[in-house]
């Protein structure tokens, strides 16, 4: 089609899908008049933000904000970290490739200790524990005689309470594998939202704690994982695993894991936001000034995967990660279209790095213009409007200076809310979400422009846990079960054309997903679509 007139807006509602039950659904239940009339008056269409329509190895896969903005940005559906990991482990590839062997024998030769570090769970978002156990398994193979593991809790892409459950099949696991010739023991942790994997630079003092905790050895001793669950979960009633404090686990000769000259360590996550600050700390050298480290071990680090292939963090990897080309964005800097992204801290980088088909920096400096609004570092649930008002002020400025035609945003409300499990405060967030995008999509208007409006996978919509059946899940008191995870539930697609310069409809069906969404931007730009990606949204009316 002959391209719109004025600038196409994409807005990304990050964690916002479409459930059919009203039971926990921070969307419904959330006062929404500019949705909802989005949704009834103008082209609509659910979309597939999960499983293998994003990349993932199944379709009981949630889906992410990694994979879904790497698949809104690409238009084509990639083989994502989960499945090149599980490949590489079935292939036996991971432990017959170059790293994992020069590991192996830098540890044996130092007389070291291999160390493991990352999220246990299998939300299969940052990682999974199918993987660190086989790591665990191959550590023995080889003959490695001590191995410790750092575990970060979850309690944000899994039950929010469920930590016990994954140390104790740890702890069995280890408990198997241990004997006169191998050592194997859990050597700290804490909740991953309080130590360890920060993002996007937000908050330095987590990647310290960690830091103290894995490396130094340094914080609250406990005898075991379970007594330090126990004891904390006490001490705070309520609490969920991601914000759990950090703990180090010790014996009568004091911790049994901090990080020593001569180990080799680990980061087994697969996801790269949140492991890429821990990896700088370890991978770089006096240059590193983003907190103290006291001691600086001369170890043999490694990343289940390359985090940032630009910045090559970290320097060694295990399983290479996913190539992405021909990315939307490499297509409209050929086409000479000036460019806009803009979110706050917490997905900023989905909207430039992950977009971009996980590189760093701009393609095209003169034509993309990227803009970071700081992000609150109080608990979500008390700022549930987040950065919304700001980001939609930024637009509006922007929409209204004809500089860009393709602009971009996420806003981080229904996704970073949802996570803390307060159903209040997501439909506060959602609440104020809507009132945001009533004042962006007059801006719109008054440009002659188009907007779309969508999701990357959805949150909001499913607040307590569902059963098969469609009903909720209650716990042993009776009330709801609390999900603070994403869901497996489709995505809004929402066409909002003022000025019907659009002479197409939206296409129907199961089939379609997020990944379509690139091609459909580039139609609506007057521009063809590789052949690589998935079609167009867009189809003619019968």
Not at 240 to 247: A, M
Request: proline letters at 5%; a negative charge; one cysteine or more.
């Amino acid at each position: 089609m002959k391209a719109i007139n004025g600038p196409l807006t994409l807005i990304i509602m990050d964690g916002v899908g479409l459930s059919t039950s009203d039971a926990g659904n921070a969307f419904t239940l959330a006062h929404t008049p500019v949705l909802d009339e989005l949704m009834a008056s103008h082209a609509f269409c659910p979309l597939t933000a999960h499983g293998r329509a994003v990349g993932m190895p199944s379709d009981q896969d949630m889906g992410n904000s990694e994979v879904g903005h790497n698949a809104l940005g690409a238009g084509q559906i990639v083989d994502q970290g989960a499945l090149l990991v599980n490949n590489a482990i079935q292939s036996g590839s991971l432990f017959n490739g170059t790293v994992w062997r020069e590991l192996v024998q830098f540890v044996k030769q130092q007389s070291g200790t291999l160390h493991l570090l990352g999220l246990l769970s299998d939300g299969n978002v940052h990682a999974h524990i199918d993987h660190l156990e086989a790591l665990l398994r191959q550590a023995k193979r080889e003959g490695l005689a001590r191995v410790r593991v750092h575990v970060l809790l979850d309690g944000r892409d899994v039950g929010e309470t469920t930590a016990h459950l994954y140390l104790q099949r740890l702890q069995s696991l280890l408990n198997d594998l241990s004997d006169t010739g191998h050592d194997a023991r859990i050597a700290s942790g804490g909740g991953r939202m309080f130590l360890t994997m920060d993002r996007y630079e937000a908050e330095w003092a987590m990647v310290e704690r960690g830091w103290r905790h894995h490396v130094l050895g340094e914080g609250r001793q406990f005898s075991s994982a379970d007594q330090a669950l126990k004891t904390l979960r006490d001490e705070d009633p309520g609490v969920i695993d991601q914000y759990l404090p950090g703990f180090v686990i010790c014996d009568e000769a004091g911790p049994v894991g901090p990080i020593l000259d001569g180990d080799g360590v680990i980061l087994f996550n697969f996801r790269g936001d949140r492991a890429i600050e821990i990896s700088r700390a370890f991978d770089e050298d006096d240059s590193f000034t983003e907190f103290e480290r006291e001691r600086v071990p001369n170890v043999f680090y490694a990343g289940m995967m390359q985090y940032d292939g630009d910045l090559l963090i970290p320097n060694r990897y295990l399983v290479s990660p996913p190539e992405i080309r021909q990315t939307l964005t490499e297509l409209l800097v050929e086409a000479d279209v000036t460019q806009y992204a803009i979110s706050e801290t917490q997905k900023y980088g989905h909207v430039t790095y992950f977009w971009n088909g996980n590189r760093s920096g701009k393609m095209a400096p003169a034509k993309e213009h990227f803009v970071e609004i700081p992000s609150d570092l109080l608990p979500f649930e008390q700022r549930p409007w987040m950065k919304a008002a700001e980001i939609t002020d930024s637009l509006i400025a922007e929409i209204g200076s004809g500089r860009s035609k393709f602009i971009r945003a996420n806003y981080a409300n229904g996704d970073m809310v949802g996570h803390t499990g307060n159903l209040q405060a997501t439909i506060t967030a959602m609440t104020c979400l809507d009132l945001e995008l009533g004042r962006l999509l007059k801006a719109v208007t008054k440009s002659g422009g188009v907007a779309l409006i969508t999701a990357d996978h959805g949150n909001a919509e499913e607040m307590f846990e569902h059963a098969k059946d469609g009903a909720v899940v209650l716990t042993a008191a009776g009330i709801p079960a609390v999900k603070t995870s994403h869901s497996l539930n489709p995505v809004p697609f929402i066409l909002f054309d003022p000025q019907q310069q659009v002479p197409f409809t939206l296409r129907q069906g199961a089939e379609w997903g997020i990944s379509n969404i690139a091609s459909t931007i580039a139609e609506l730009l007057g521009l063809p679509s590789p052949k690589s990606w998935r079609p167009s949204l867009l189809v003619k009316p019968l």
